[in-house]
């Protein structure tokens, strides 16, 4: 239902609060501002410096970094909601996005949850629950059991009437956890998967009910973007593709999904309204559904009752802002717009961008942001699109994309992120840094993009998968549209190409990076001695060389540091000779260089011109104090898009005495936390004899558990931590007396 | 003339200098046959001078260094490279020492000795170097050490010893062991210059035998290498014969004894890396000790006109003359010369400059020293001294004026005027001789008897007692041989030139014209060094005759 001209608007809220950081929250800012509506942050302690905090216009502190004592706290929230004045919550995705009691709570204090009726997160939130009511709808499902009946003959039963493969899955899961692929028709590998899945479901959700699917061999993720208003109107905005995934992850997502016939879009699109009715959907949701590449048949899969991370690619391919629109609907106001005049303008991607390590399974990495460096977005916020004069038939009926042509649209580049250089990353939450959007006319116009875009992004401090992303942009399938879930394993040699020992060229220009960088400071408000300012002056036909030694970070294939010559010819000019593994060392010649920046190297190497980016990464604190101020020290390199890590290394004599210091530390049997963790369980307590090998703490980092174990056999002297406690690196967590004989 | 040779400057280089009384103008052609031919004649020497300059830095050779590595230690020149702070100056000392005075070649006389920043503070490094002989002494590596110890003392410089030698040279005890300037001296010199607060520095990378065994027990604060150092004052062979006790080298002098028992050594270094670093460390806590430089009040500006011209204005040919303001021009902070006395006594040039920033008092010469020529620079050396302005002699002097009218004129009571005013000045003198250095001008320019604080000679220069044309004439006046003539005219030529002379530490060593400006300018820096005001009371004390105000003692008007 269409709004009527001069029919009353109801206003918006005067402030809302956002119960969520990081990039969402920020995004969330973004338009709240733009629509002139004051925002409440909410923050831990560990983000009182954070992005979200800094935009908002004002923010209150709910308790300590767990998001168990902050972000989910229900009560803080709504205590500030009053303090504040607040009269809506937006709970951005993760955190209270689904949580049908906070909603509930809100809505007893009279405060709006800017998202679904209770009801509707219920009815979604249980996997079996949300498939009985779709295929009552008419919505298809994947055949399978949902029921209660757990008994394992049962189900195996079940499973052999499906089919096999099938799919063992914890209906309270998510995010892959409490998942089994079961390939083989026998009950000893059903059996045997289906207590794993229970065993993690039951650990990870406190409920171990599991349900039996058909497994699709070649499956697309692909998932319909609706919206609903509160007088049961209800549109979809069409499709996105999300297939490439990475430990039951979306990665990278794109809007529209490539290859989809009208008829095909025009049936998602329908049966994902449908989807919405059945349950009374109000605001913005996602139906997902799988799609079979063999057969292109969909299924429904689940319905996310929340703004999804990828929004963005459905915003940039309409035009409409979908946080201004769930403030509309949460206002009260019917949808602006009706199926046909929904646009589909062009293709646009979203790539991820995590601190994670793609070479080591995509496991999380956490630390400090030192170096941040991103390409220009050119849009902060969807600009909605124009139909161009030519007036084309609205058929209101239509499920179908309207074919009225849109002027124009110059390629776009937009940038959601939630972290300034500086931030910490991934220690107590998401580890996701940043969300890169390109927009272009169509897919391949989008994926170059992408491609310079991610070329220009410079993290430094942890480990990303921006060279992961760059390359799969790149990747000839990915090109050619050939998605699959199962895409990362499929292409893995591609995608991972071997480590290759790096170039000379980025050995000669981090060199002469180092060179230039170690220059004697020049103050330039007084005169000089000559003894600073005449820099490697040598006399009598002398020449100052100097050699730079540089070890590889990545490659393991040959762990010998490399051994980089740099003579100064003459003021900003040098000749450079890098030893290879092959032996015959390069040379370079009268190669120009200057730093422009701390960071910026310009170089005429080959008599080829060019701007390195150069990020100096200090040695960790645990590294034995040495006079030689740069061992140890990373230095990162992006060059012609790509990013390379050397490493100074360490002087054998300071290894010696590193090896000294640790056989000294080893004979202590002090355990110290190897990262800053979470304290999960103390196993011990002072008096406990223990032996080698013993698990006595257990860690969380990153989500993920470490067992530190004792190192000799012994009695324990002293325990420096407690349950549940913050521990940073470095600490002493026990202390361990050896055995005398040992 | 003039003026228009400042207008083309003007527009060349700066306009701003356009109109500055005080720029130098240059007349100089450099297309000139007469200039091409100096420059090629100074290309060649130069050239000379480079080829035997790379083959002394090489030590020993390739062999002597391969030896060397494959023990695992860092070769002389890597550890000094390890030792300075990178990117910084090093002004080296004497490198041709020894060249061709020796039956053996002994490049650099063994030892390498210079100037350079450690841990942000300027430095005497004193390295042996193990690739040549071992180490050892010969009569010039002792003389070469002293040298470096005295200008360490007159400029208050640390001094780091890298240690590795086996003492005298045995065949040449005579000239090394027993004389007052002989190997005792370094010891002597190390337990002064630690008295008046000069700290004595040193770390111990291979054998350090005997009276050397005195360089590590003599520093304030040493290291040593494990495994690798040793400290004995008599190696096992002779321990057997003195005593017929039988032990190992490591256990009689090794670096862990020493630092675990005897206390010989202060710290013990797993390898040269290691040592090397330690130095650095221990000379970034040196606190007051030694003297401090001062920075110069004035920005620094480069000379106007390009030092590469200086080849084809001076030559090689001491006889053929030229303006020494076109050496001053190529040399000083914007060519700018303050010249003082222009018209009076003009065969010498005196004025005012300032290189690198620091001011600076030149006298250079023009010709043949007249009574004018002498009175004239003794008034600028007193001028100088007033006003504590070190002084710059750019040599270039046949001698002092013969004949009736000359001697009639008093020139040996004017020139005795100048030699008193250079021997008592109180203030540095630096001296460079770009020319010839004769007679008694030697004297009157700050020759080396004269101390200045630094004596550098450029690849053409030359010196004796005279030049080798008049020195036949005179020959040939007194003597009735003219067969021996020849041979002793071209003895003395070879022995006047500045090889010869830097061979035997007559010198600091031969420094290329275009190397001049930053080699005075580093000088000076040195020259300006001070005792820290936080340690008046022990570096007070002065450690040379200028500074003292002593005065000049009795002028023969």
Same mark, same amino acid.
């Given at each position: 239902?269409?709004?009527?001209?001069?029919?009353?608007?109801?206003?918006?809220?005067?402030?809302?609060?956002?119960?969520?950081?990081?990039?969402?929250?920020?995004?969330?800012?973004?338009?709240?501002?733009?629509?002139?509506?004051?925002?409440?942050?909410?923050?831990?302690?560990?983000?009182?410096?954070?992005?979200?905090?800094?935009?908002?216009?004002?923010?209150?502190?709910?308790?300590?970094?767990?998001?168990?004592?902050?972000?989910?706290?229900?009560?803080?929230?709504?205590?500030?909601?009053?303090?504040?004045?607040?009269?809506?919550?937006?709970?951005?995705?993760?955190?209270?996005?689904?949580?049908?009691?906070?909603?509930?709570?809100?809505?007893?204090?009279?405060?709006?949850?800017?998202?679904?009726?209770?009801?509707?997160?219920?009815?979604?939130?249980?996997?079996?629950?949300?498939?009985?009511?779709?295929?009552?709808?008419?919505?298809?499902?994947?055949? %399978?059991?949902?029921?209660?009946?757990?008994?394992?003959?049962?189900?195996?039963?079940?499973?052999?009437?499906?089919?096999?493969?099938?799919?063992?899955?914890?209906?309270?899961?998510?995010?892959?956890?409490?998942?089994?692929?079961?390939?083989?028709?026998?009950?000893?590998?059903?059996?045997?998967?289906?207590?794993?899945?229970?065993?993690?479901?039951?650990?990870?959700?406190?409920?171990?009910?599991?349900?039996?699917?058909?497994?699709?061999?070649?499956?697309?993720?692909?998932?319909?973007?609706?919206?609903?208003?509160? =007088?049961?109107?209800?549109?979809?905005?069409?499709?996105?593709?999300?297939?490439?995934?990475?430990?039951?992850?979306?990665?990278?997502?794109?809007?529209?999904?490539?290859?989809?016939?009208?008829?095909?879009?025009?049936?998602?699109?329908? &049966?994902?309204?449908?989807?919405?009715?059945?349950?009374?959907?109000?605001?913005?949701?996602?139906?997902?559904?799988?799609?079979?590449?063999?057969?292109?048949?969909?299924?429904? =899969?689940?319905?996310?009752?929340?703004?999804?991370?990828?929004?963005?690619?459905?915003?940039?391919?309409?035009?409409?802002?979908?946080?201004?629109?769930?403030?509309?609907?949460?206002?009260?106001?019917?949808?602006?717009?009706?199926?046909?005049?929904?646009?589909?303008?062009? *293709?646009?991607?979203?790539?991820?961008?995590?601190?994670?390590?793609?070479?080591?399974?995509?496991?999380?990495?956490?630390?400090?942001?030192?170096?941040?460096?991103?390409?220009?977005?050119?849009?902060?916020?969807?600009?909605?699109? +124009?139909?161009?004069?030519?007036?084309?038939?609205?058929?209101?009926?239509?499920?179908?994309?309207?074919?009225?042509?849109?002027?124009?649209?110059?390629?776009?580049?937009?940038?959601?992120? %939630?972290?300034?250089?500086?931030?910490?990353?991934?220690?107590?939450?998401?580890?996701?840094?940043?969300?890169?959007?390109?927009? %272009? +006319?169509?897919?391949?116009?989008?994926?170059?993009?992408?491609?310079?875009?991610?070329?220009?992004?410079?993290?430094?401090?942890?480990?990303?998968?921006?060279?992961?992303?760059?390359?799969?942009?790149?990747?000839?399938?990915?090109?050619?549209?050939?998605?699959?879930?199962?895409?990362?394993?499929? *292409?893995?040699?591609?995608?991972?190409?071997?480590?290759?020992?790096?170039?000379?060229?980025?050995?000669?220009?981090?060199?002469?990076?180092?060179?230039?960088?170690?220059?004697?400071?020049?103050?330039?408000?007084?005169?000089?001695?000559?003894?600073?300012?005449?820099?490697?002056?040598?006399?009598?036909?002398?020449?100052?060389?100097?050699?730079?030694?540089?070890?590889?970070?990545?490659?393991? %294939?040959?762990?010998?540091?490399?051994?980089?010559?740099?003579?100064?010819?003459?003021?900003?000019?040098?000749?450079?000779?890098?030893?290879?593994?092959?032996?015959?060392?390069?040379?370079?010649?009268?190669?120009?260089?200057?730093?422009?920046?701390?960071?910026?190297?310009?170089?005429?190497?080959?008599?080829?011109?060019?701007?390195?980016?150069?990020?100096?990464?200090?040695?960790?604190?645990?590294?034995?104090?040495?006079?030689?101020?740069?061992?140890?020290?990373?230095?990162?390199?992006?060059?012609?898009?790509?990013?390379?890590?050397?490493?100074?290394?360490?002087?054998?004599?300071?290894?010696?005495?590193?090896?000294?210091?640790?056989?000294?530390?080893?004979?202590?049997?002090?355990?110290?936390?190897?990262?800053?963790?979470?304290?999960?369980?103390?196993?011990?307590?002072?008096?406990?004899?223990?032996?080698?090998?013993?698990?006595?703490?257990?860690?969380?980092?990153? &989500?993920?558990?470490?067992?530190?174990?004792?190192?000799?056999?012994?009695?324990?002297?002293?325990?420096?931590?407690?349950?549940?406690?913050?521990?940073?690196?470095?600490?002493?967590?026990?202390?361990?007396?050896?055995?005398?004989?040992? | $003339?003039?003026?228009?040779?400042?207008?083309?400057?003007?527009?060349?280089?700066?306009?701003?200098?356009?109109?500055?009384?005080?720029?130098?103008?240059?007349?100089?052609?450099?297309?000139?046959?007469?200039?091409?031919?100096?420059?090629?004649?100074?290309?060649?020497?130069?050239?000379?001078?480079?080829?035997?300059?790379?083959?002394?830095?090489?030590?020993?050779?390739?062999?002597?260094?391969?030896?060397?590595?494959?023990?695992?230690?860092?070769?002389?020149?890597?550890?000094?490279?390890?030792?300075?702070?990178?990117?910084?100056?090093?002004?080296?000392?004497?490198?041709?020492?020894?060249?061709?005075?020796?039956?053996?070649?002994?490049?650099?006389?063994?030892?390498?000795?210079?100037?350079?920043?450690?841990?942000?503070? #300027?430095?005497?490094?004193?390295?042996?170097?193990?690739?040549?002989?071992?180490?050892?002494?010969?009569?010039?590596?002792?003389?070469?050490?002293?040298?470096?110890?005295?200008?360490?003392?007159?400029?208050?410089?640390?001094?780091?010893?890298?240690?590795?030698?086996?003492?005298?040279?045995?065949?040449?005890?005579?000239?090394?062991?027993?004389?007052?300037?002989?190997?005792?001296?370094?010891?002597?010199?190390?337990?002064?210059?630690?008295?008046?607060?000069?700290?004595?520095?040193?770390?111990? @990378?291979?054998?350090?035998?005997?009276?050397?065994?005195?360089?590590?027990?003599?520093?304030?604060?040493?290291?040593?290498?494990?495994?690798?150092?040793?400290?004995?004052?008599?190696?096992?062979?002779?321990?057997?014969?003195?005593?017929? #006790?039988?032990?190992?080298?490591?256990?009689?002098?090794?670096?862990?004894? @020493?630092?675990? #028992?005897? $206390?010989?050594?202060?710290?013990?270094?797993?390898?040269?890396?290691?040592?090397?670093?330690?130095?650095?460390? /221990?000379?970034?806590?040196?606190?007051?000790?030694?003297?401090?430089?001062?920075?110069?009040?004035?920005?620094?500006?480069?000379?106007?006109?390009?030092?590469?011209?200086?080849?084809?204005?001076?030559?090689?040919?001491?006889?053929?003359?030229?303006?020494?303001?076109?050496?001053?021009?190529?040399?000083?902070?914007?060519?700018?010369?303050?010249?003082?006395?222009?018209?009076?006594?003009?065969?010498?040039?005196?004025?005012?400059? @300032?290189?690198?920033?620091?001011?600076?008092?030149? /006298?250079?010469?023009?010709?043949?020293?007249?009574?004018?020529?002498?009175?004239?620079?003794?008034?600028?050396?007193?001028?100088?001294?007033?006003?504590?302005?070190?002084?710059?002699?750019?040599?270039?002097?046949?001698?002092?004026?013969?004949?009736?009218?000359?001697?009639?004129?008093?020139?040996?009571?004017?020139?005795?005027?100048?030699?008193?005013?250079?021997?008592?000045?109180?203030?540095?003198?630096?001296?460079?001789?770009?020319?010839?250095?004769?007679?008694?001008?030697?004297?009157?320019?700050?020759?080396?008897?004269?101390?200045?604080?630094?004596?550098?000679?450029?690849?053409?220069?030359?010196?004796?007692?005279?030049?080798?044309?008049?020195?036949?004439?005179?020959?040939?006046?007194?003597?009735?041989?003219?067969?021996? @003539?020849?041979?002793?005219?071209?003895?003395?030529?070879?022995?006047?030139?500045?090889?010869?002379?830097?061979?035997?530490?007559?010198?600091?060593?031969?420094?290329?014209?275009?190397?001049?400006?930053?080699?005075?300018?580093?000088?000076?820096?040195?020259?300006?060094?001070?005792?820290?005001?936080?340690?008046?009371?022990?570096?007070?004390?002065?450690?040379?005759?200028?500074?003292?105000?002593? $005065?000049?003692?009795?002028?023969?008007?």
């Amino acid at each position: 239902p269409r709004v009527l001209p001069g029919s009353p608007r109801k206003p918006h809220f005067d402030k809302i609060l956002v119960a969520n950081r990081g990039e969402i929250a920020c995004r969330v800012i973004r338009t709240a501002r733009k629509l002139g509506i004051r925002c409440v942050a909410v923050y831990s302690e560990a983000d009182h410096d954070a992005l979200h905090v800094k935009m908002a216009d004002e923010a209150y502190c709910i308790g300590p970094a767990p998001s168990s004592e902050s972000y989910l706290k229900m009560d803080k929230i709504i205590e500030v909601c009053h303090l504040s004045g607040a009269q809506a919550v937006h709970p951005g995705y993760g955190f209270l996005s689904e949580n049908a009691k906070f909603a509930e709570r809100l809505s007893e204090e009279g405060i709006v949850f800017i998202g679904p009726p209770a009801s509707a997160i219920i009815s979604m939130g249980s996997k079996s629950e949300s498939k009985n009511i779709m295929t009552s709808a008419g919505v298809p499902c994947v055949p %399978g059991y949902h029921g209660d009946n757990q008994n394992p003959e049962f189900l195996f039963e079940q499973a052999t009437e499906i089919g096999f493969p099938v799919l063992i899955k914890a209906i309270h899961g998510g995010g892959g956890k409490g998942m089994r692929t079961v390939i083989e028709a026998t009950p000893d590998a059903f059996y045997e998967a289906l207590t794993s899945a229970k065993r993690e479901s039951l650990k990870s959700f406190g409920n171990d009910t599991v349900l039996v699917e058909k497994y699709i061999q070649r499956p697309r993720h692909v998932e319909v973007q609706i919206f609903a208003d509160s =007088m049961g109107g209800a549109i979809s905005l069409w499709e996105r593709d999300c297939s490439v995934q990475r430990r039951n992850q979306k990665i990278i997502e794109e809007a529209p999904a490539p290859g989809l016939s009208v008829e095909l879009r025009e049936s998602l699109s329908a &049966k994902a309204v449908a989807a919405a009715r059945a349950v009374k959907y109000v605001g913005a949701g996602t139906v997902e559904f799988i799609f079979d590449n063999d057969t292109q048949d969909f299924y429904f =899969m689940e319905m996310n009752t929340r703004l999804q991370v990828e929004h963005p690619v459905t915003e940039m391919v309409t035009g409409l802002d979908l946080v201004e629109w769930q403030l509309e609907v949460a206002a009260g106001n019917p949808l602006s717009l009706d199926q046909s005049s929904v646009p589909l303008v062009g *293709h646009a991607f979203e790539a991820r961008i995590y601190a994670e390590n793609p070479r080591n399974n995509f496991l999380p990495d956490s630390g400090q942001l030192l170096y941040l460096s991103t390409p220009t977005p050119t849009l902060t916020l969807p600009q909605s699109y +124009k139909p161009s004069p030519t007036l084309s038939s609205s058929n209101v009926e239509s499920v179908a994309p309207t074919l009225v042509s849109y002027e124009s649209v110059p390629p776009s580049v937009r940038l959601e992120q %939630g972290f300034a250089q500086g931030s910490q990353i991934g220690v107590y939450y998401d580890p996701m840094i940043a969300k890169l959007i390109v927009h %272009g +006319k169509d897919r391949s116009e989008a994926l170059r993009m992408l491609r310079k875009a991610l070329d220009e992004y410079h993290v430094v401090g942890v480990s990303t998968n921006v060279e992961f992303l760059r390359t799969l942009a790149g990747n000839q399938a990915f090109i050619d549209a050939e998605l699959e879930t199962g895409f990362i394993p499929k *292409h893995f040699h591609e995608l991972f190409p071997p480590v290759t020992e790096s170039a000379p060229e980025v050995l000669a220009q981090t060199a002469l990076f180092v060179t230039l960088r170690d220059y004697p400071k020049q103050q330039a408000s007084t005169a000089q001695s000559p003894w600073t300012s005449l820099v490697s002056r040598r006399f009598g036909g002398d020449v100052y060389e100097r050699m730079i030694h540089l070890q590889d970070d990545a490659f393991t %294939g040959e762990a010998q540091p490399r051994a980089v010559r740099i003579k100064s010819v003459a003021a900003g000019l040098f000749d450079v000779e890098v030893k290879t593994s092959s032996g015959t060392p390069v040379k370079f010649y009268g190669v120009s260089a200057k730093l422009i920046s701390p960071t910026s190297l310009s170089i005429t190497l080959n008599d080829k011109l060019s701007t390195i980016i150069i990020v100096s990464q200090p040695p960790p604190p645990f590294i034995p104090a040495s006079l030689s101020h740069n061992t140890m020290e990373r230095l990162h390199v992006f060059s012609g898009g790509r990013k390379t890590t050397l490493v100074i290394p360490t002087p054998k004599w300071l290894l010696m005495q590193g090896g000294d210091v640790l056989s000294a530390a080893a004979g202590t049997g002090a355990l110290k936390a190897p990262m800053p963790s979470l304290v999960v369980e103390v196993r011990v307590k002072v008096g406990d004899r223990v032996e080698k090998g013993q698990g006595v703490i257990v860690l969380e980092s990153m &989500k993920t558990e470490t067992v530190l174990r004792a190192g000799i056999s012994g009695i324990v002297k002293a325990i420096g931590c407690k349950n549940g406690e913050m521990v940073q690196e470095g600490k002493e967590l026990v202390n361990i007396e050896a055995d005398e004989e040992t | $003339g003039t003026r228009r040779a400042l207008q083309k400057v003007g527009l060349q280089k700066c306009s701003k200098r356009l109109y500055h009384p005080t720029v130098l103008p240059s007349l100089i052609s450099t297309t000139s046959p007469e200039f091409i031919s100096k420059k090629e004649a100074m290309d060649d020497l130069i050239e000379e001078l480079d080829a035997k300059t790379a083959k002394a830095r090489l030590g020993g050779g390739a062999t002597a260094q391969e030896r060397m590595r494959s023990r695992g230690k860092l070769l002389p020149r890597e550890r000094l490279a390890l030792l300075l702070d990178p990117h910084t100056p090093f002004l080296e000392l004497s490198s041709l020492a020894a060249e061709d005075v020796y039956s053996d070649y002994i490049p650099g006389a063994g030892l390498i000795t210079g100037i350079g920043r450690v841990s942000g503070r #300027e430095c005497m490094v004193i390295v042996n170097d193990a690739t040549v002989k071992g180490g050892s002494y010969y009569p010039l590596t002792v003389k070469k050490q002293l040298r470096a110890q005295e200008i360490a003392r007159e400029h208050g410089l640390p001094c780091v010893y890298i240690v590795e030698s086996g003492g005298a040279a045995l065949p040449h005890q005579a000239n090394v062991f027993p004389d007052r300037e002989h190997f005792g001296r370094i010891f002597y010199n190390m337990a002064q210059m630690s008295a008046l607060g000069i700290p004595q520095i040193s770390s111990i @990378h291979g054998i350090s035998v005997a009276g050397g065994a005195y360089v590590p027990a003599l520093a304030d604060e040493n290291v040593i290498v494990q495994n690798q150092g040793r400290i004995f004052l008599a190696g096992p062979p002779l321990v057997k014969a003195a005593t017929g #006790e039988e032990i190992d080298d490591e256990s009689l002098g090794g670096g862990m004894m @020493h630092s675990t #028992e005897s $206390g010989v050594t202060d710290a013990l270094a797993r390898d040269d890396n290691e040592a090397i670093i330690r130095v650095r460390g /221990i000379i970034g806590d040196l606190g007051q000790a030694g003297y401090r430089g001062v920075l110069p009040e004035e920005k620094v500006e480069g000379p106007v006109y390009s030092a590469e011209e200086l080849h084809g204005i001076v030559g090689t040919d001491v006889r053929q003359p030229f303006d020494m303001r076109d050496v001053i021009s190529r040399v000083v902070d914007g060519s700018r010369f303050r010249e003082f006395k222009k018209d009076y006594g003009s065969s010498i040039v005196t004025g005012f400059a @300032h290189i690198h920033g620091y001011p600076v008092g030149i /006298i250079g010469n023009n010709g043949i020293l007249f009574s004018p020529s002498a009175l004239k620079a003794t008034q600028f050396i007193l001028l100088c001294s007033q006003r504590q302005i070190p002084l710059l002699f750019l040599v270039n002097v046949a001698g002092y004026m013969v004949g009736s009218k000359a001697e009639k004129g008093g020139i040996a009571k004017d020139g005795a005027k100048m030699v008193r005013a250079v021997a008592c000045a109180d203030v540095p003198k630096l001296t460079v001789i770009v020319g010839g250095s004769f007679g008694a001008g030697n004297y009157g320019m700050a020759g080396r008897a004269y101390s200045p604080r630094f004596l550098w000679m450029w690849p053409n220069a030359k010196i004796g007692v005279m030049g080798s044309g008049q020195l036949s004439q005179v020959m040939t006046s007194v003597s009735k041989d003219p067969s021996q @003539h020849a041979t002793l005219k071209s003895e003395i030529e070879h022995q006047s030139t500045a090889l010869y002379s830097t061979a035997r530490l007559w010198d600091d060593g031969i420094i290329k014209p275009t190397d001049t400006r930053d080699v005075v300018g580093l000088g000076l820096a040195l020259a300006s060094r001070r005792p820290s005001s936080g340690n008046q009371s022990r570096t007070g004390r002065s450690t040379t005759w200028d500074g003292n105000g002593m $005065g000049f003692g009795v002028f023969r008007m």
